[in-house]
């Protein structure tokens, strides 16, 4: 959870908030059909109950921020592309919303769809 102290209180940010703003840019991105689980659990947890934070990763060291996207890609589309793509969207808004720089972002890439 990231911290910040301010003469009037304090702000904290938890990573689930991070993810929700990552999970948005990301599904807004050109090529993308939608997110993928990181496992057979969150696989069988998404199906059960709608989750906002469904295929990101966020993890805090120190006073950085790691993101890791798992992502199911148009077929068709440059895979690069669509991956970098989303990388800088997703870094341009959690940056924007958050006022921290992110240290990595990790698209990893679970399969590809033909859209409707």
């Keep these: 959870m990231t911290n910040e102290t301010t003469q009037i209180g304090s702000i904290h940010v938890s990573p689930q908030a991070i993810a929700t703003i990552a999970y948005q840019s990301a599904l807004r991105s050109y090529g993308v059909v939608g997110m ?5 659990v969150d696989g069988i947890t998404s199906i059960l109950a ?3 934070t469904h ?3 966020v993890h805090f060291t120190d ?3 790691n993101i890791d996207m798992y992502i199911i890609i148009e077929y068709g589309t440059r895979i690069k592309s669509v991956a970098t793509s989303v990388a800088n969207t997703v870094r341009y808004q959690v940056e924007k919303a958050m006022g921290v720089p992110i240290n990595e972002i ?4 679970q399969g ?3 859209s409707d």
């Design 55 to 57: 295929g990101v990763d």
């Design 36 to 40: 993928a689980s990181k496992s057979v």
């Design 50 to 52: 709608k989750d906002p």
């Design 63 to 65: 006073e950085h921020i």
């Design 106 to 109: 990790n698209v990893h890439v």
């Design 112 to 114: 590809l769809r033909i």
